[in-house]
C-alpha cells in the first residue's frame, strides 16, 4: 500500500495459501482435528518478491518530495526564530510596559494630587482623543487607558491584570516575572475568573440550600394533606447529627399497591447531609440564583398570608417576614470592557 496526493493506492491482491481455500471450519468439521489444526491456517500472508529492488537512484517521485521536505524544514527554523526573537521578545516589552504603567499609578494614588491627576487624564482622552472615562475610574485603570488608547479590550484586560497585582501587593520591578510565571495577561485573567465564579458558586449553593429549606418548610406546614403515624422512625447518621445540623424532615417510603392505596414500609430521619442531597434533587428546577429564589419565597409567603384558610397565627407571621427587607441582592453582570462613559 503507498500513499499518493492523499490516496491509497493499492499494491497487488495478495496470494491466498491453498490456492484461495481456506479452512471452513463450520462447513468442514468432520475433516480438521480440533486437537492438532493450526491456526496459521487462518491467516493470510503475502509471497516474497525475489526481485532485487536497487536503490542506488533516486526517482523523481523521491526528489520532488524530498524538495517540499526540506521547504517544510526551512519554514520550521523560520517559526522557532519568531517565536524566539519575536514573540517572547514582544511578551517581555509587553511586561516590561506594563511593570512602567503600575509603577506610575501606584505612586500617582500615593499623590495628595491624586484626583486632579486621574481629572486631567479624563479631560486630555475625551478632548484629544475621544475616549470618555467615568469620574470613579481609578489611577490605574485611567494610566492604562490613557497609554493603551487603540485597544479598549486590551486595555480592559491589562487593567484587570494590575488590579490583581495591586491586590497581591506586588512591587512594580517583580510584575514582569510574575506575569511570566502564571502564563501570561490572558492566563491571568482567565484563572481568576474561574475562581472567582467557583467561589461564588459554592457561596450561592449555601444560599440557596437555605432558601430551598424555607420554601418546602412552608409548603408543608401549608399542606392540606396530614397523618399521624404511630411507627418508628429510623434515624441514620446519629453519630454526625448535631444541635446546629439537625434534619427537618422526615422520609417516607412507601409501596404502591394499586390506584390510589400505598403501603407504609419504613419512616426515615436521612440526617442533614443526605437530606440536603435529596432537597437539592427535589428543588433541581428552582432558580439557581438566591435572589431569584428569594423573590419567589416572598411571593409564595404573600399568598399564604391572603389565604383564609390558613391559620390566623401563621398568616400573620407571613406577614411579619413579608415586612422584613430582601436579604440577597440582584446579581450584577460583570462586563469585561472598561465602561466609557462620561459622567461629568
Known amino acids: ?21 481456506l479452512p471452513a471450519l463450520a462447513n468442514s468439521a468432520p ?27 533516486k526517482t523523481r517521485e523521491q526528489v520532488e518530495v524530498e524538495k517540499f521536505m526540506k521547504e517544510s524544514s526551512e ?13 517572547q521578545r514582544g511578551h517581555q516589552a509587553l511586561y516590561e510596559l506594563l511593570a512602567s504603567i503600575y509603577n506610575l499609578a501606584l505612586r500617582i494614588e500615593e499623590n495628595e494630587q491624586a484626583v486632579k491627576i486621574v481629572a486631567a487624564i479624563r479631560k486630555d482622552l475625551k478632548d484629544n482623543h475621544d475616549i470618555k472615562l467615568q469620574t470613579n475610574v481609578t489611577p490605574m485603570a485611567a494610566v492604562v487607558r490613557f497609554v493603551v488608547r487603540q485597544d479598549k479590550v486590551a486595555s480592559s ?31 491571568i485573567q482567565d484563572t481568576e475568573a474561574n475562581q472567582l465564579a467557583k467561589k461564588g458558586g459554592e457561596k450561592n449553593s449555601k444560599e440557596r440550600m437555605e432558601l430551598m429549606r424555607e420554601y418546602f418548610t412552608l409548603v408543608g406546614q401549608a ?17 454526625k447529627i448535631s444541635d446546629a445540623k ?16 400505598y403501603k407504609m414500609i ?7 447531609s443526605y437530606e440536603d442531597n435529596l432537597l437539592r434533587f427535589i428543588g433541581k428546577d428552582l432558580p439557581n440564583d438566591p435572589y431569584v429564589l428569594e423573590r419567589g419565597l416572598r411571593n409564595f409567603k404573600r399568598k399564604l398570608s391572603m389565604d383564609e384558610s390558613q391559620p390566623e397565627g401563621f398568616r400573620q407571621e407571613m406577614v411579619r417576614q413579608l415586612a ?8 450584577a453582570v460583570i462586563e469585561m470592557d472598561m465602561p466609557e462613559v462620561d459622567e461629568a
Open 1 to 21: 500500500m503507498q500513499m499518493s496526493n492523499g490516496a491509497i493506492r493499492q499494491g497487488s491482491t495478495p496470494q491466498l495459501p491453498n490456492g484461495g481455500n
Open 157 to 187: 484586560r491589562y487593567a484587570k491584570v494590575l488590579e490583581i497585582a495591586r491586590q497581591e501587593n506586588l512591587p512594580a520591578h517583580e510584575l514582569p516575572a510574575y506575569i511570566s510565571r502564571r502564563g501570561g495577561v490572558t492566563q
Open 223 to 239: 399542606s392540606k394533606q396530614s397523618f399521624t403515624y404511630e411507627g418508628a422512625v429510623v434515624a441514620h447518621e446519629i453519630e
Open 266 to 272: 419504613n419512616a426515615n430521619d436521612l440526617g442533614r
Open 324 to 331: 422584613k427587607p430582601m436579604k440577597y441582592k440582584e446579581t
Open 31 to 57: 475433516q480438521i482435528d480440533l486437537d492438532s489444526f493450526d491456526l496459521g491456517d487462518f491467516v493470510v500472508t503475502s509471497s516474497k518478491s525475489t526481485k532485487t529492488v536497487r536503490t542506488t537512484a
Open 75 to 87: 519554514l520550521f527554523e523560520l517559526g522557532i526564530k519568531y517565536e524566539t526573537e519575536v514573540v
Open 246 to 261: 439537625v434534619s427537618e424532615f422526615c422520609v417516607f417510603v412507601a409501596h404502591h399497591v394499586g390506584d390510589a392505596e
